[in-house]
């Protein structure tokens, strides 16, 4: 089961993420974080 969240992020962030998002290895936004947070959960983020 998904869940809707909100989450606030300054304006730097908010161009690294869109900028990431033009490689087409994210389907969207929420894709983007969902791998984001698996990856930090998980001891993998840099």
Do not use: C, P, Q, W
């Amino acid at each position: 089961m998904k869940h809707k969240i909100s989450i606030t992020l300054d304006e730097d962030t908010l161009v690294a993420v869109r900028e990431a998002m033009r490689s087409k290895e994210f389907r969207n936004r929420s894709h983007f974080f969902e791998i984001a947070a698996s990856k930090l959960i998980e001891g993998d983020a840099k």
